[in-house]
């Protein structure tokens, strides 16, 4: 089955920076558009960043300049490289595959200022 596993959160001061990971497995990776989300407390989860399988890249104004994602189809991953960061970035952020309700389980990301 779809499996989406996320790592690199944490704790970082404002301005920091910080690299996610999404490991995926059980379906045709290379095919696929993935994409981050993120959700804060007593928010809607909205998109961050997307990238198709060819390697096309699409973000919100509130990241665009800061976050750059990216994949390795070769290894199944893709990345979130997040810089410049703000208080308002902290939230817990998900691995998906675009147009599929497949998820992974999350990883915090908190921003102190």
């Known amino acids: 089955q779809v499996q989406l596993v996320e790592s690199g959160g944490g704790l970082v001061q404002a301005g920091g920076s910080l690299r996610l990971s999404c490991a995926a497995s059980g379906f045709i990776f290379s095919a696929n558009t993935m994409g981050w989300s993120r959700q804060a407390p007593g928010k809607q989860r909205e998109l961050v960043a997307l990238i198709t399988h060819d390697g096309s890249t699409k973000y919100p104004d509130s990241v665009k300049g800061r976050f750059t994602i990216s994949r390795d189809n070769a290894k199944n991953m893709v990345y979130l490289q997040m810089n410049s960061l703000k208080p308002e970035d902290t939230a817990v952020y998900y691995c998906?595959?675009?147009?599929?309700?497949?998820w992974g389980q999350g990883t915090q990301v908190t921003v102190s200022s």
């Open positions: 998906n595959v675009r147009g599929t309700p497949n």
